[in-house]
C-alpha cells in the first residue's frame, strides 16, 4: 500500500544523499515495524499491569452482574 507521509525537508535531503532510492520504501517499513512491534509490547506490558492490580480487579467483580443484562 502506498501512504503520503511529510518529513522536513533537511531529513529528506538527508535520506536522498545516503539511502539509495530503492531501498527507501523497505528501510522505512522495517523502521516503522520495529517502532510498531516495541508499541505493542507496551501495550500490551500496560495491560498486564491493569489485570494484576487487585484493587481494581476487585472493581471490575462489580461490574460482572451487568454481564447477563441482555445488551449486545
Do not use: F, H, N
Request: no cysteine; net charge negative.
Amino acid at each position: 500500500m502506498k501512504v503520503l507521509v511529510s518529513i522536513p525537508d533537511s531529513l529528506y535531503s538527508r535520506m536522498v544523499a545516503t539511502i539509495p532510492s530503492r531501498q527507501r520504501s523497505k528501510l522505512i517499513a522495517r523502521l516503522l515495524e520495529d517502532e510498531v512491534e516495541k508499541r505493542e509490547q507496551d501495550l500490551y506490558r500496560a495491560a498486564l499491569a491493569v489485570e494484576q492490580d487487585e484493587t481494581l480487579g476487585a472493581e471490575m467483580k462489580d461490574w460482572d452482574v451487568t454481564l447477563g443484562d441482555g445488551i449486545d
